[in-house]
């Protein structure tokens, strides 16, 4: 099975629930749950492991900054983590210069690729809007799994 594929799998389950990393700028390790999943990067289509980040999260902080993320998904006594630099795109952080809709739609693609669902898109892309929430695109730079 290829990498992306073991942790395509993984995040199958669980909706996608993992545990993601970042390096604070005093050299800590910052880890937070996020639920997450694989999706074709907006601009470049290469495969990355992604979740959306409400604007004032550290994580987003570090980030910015530079810090790499690991993403880490364990299930039962079996785990994968991928670990790479990360990009972000949101309404504070629009490198690709992506129209807004089309930040709209990466935000529903990540939510989706992490197994959610919604009855009311139109109140989930307010609450992004008013949120300031932000997808991280994070590149497979490393994959690790016991598998």
Known sequence: MAPLDTVRSFLADE???AV???VQADGAVLSTVVNCGVIDHPVTHEPRVAFV???AAARLRHVRRGSPV???IRRAW???A???AAELVGPDDNTFELDPDRIRVLMRDVFTAAG???DDWD???RTMREQCRTAVLVTPGRIRSNR
Do not use: F
């Open 70 to 72: 690991t993403v880490a």
């Open 15 to 17: 909706h996608g629930l």
């Open 116 to 118: 959610g669902t919604h």
């Open 123 to 125: 109140d989930y892309d």
């Open 20 to 22: 993601a990393s970042t």
């Open 78 to 80: 079996n785990w994968v």
């Open 53 to 55: 980040s409400g604007g």
């Open 82 to 84: 991928v670990t790479g």
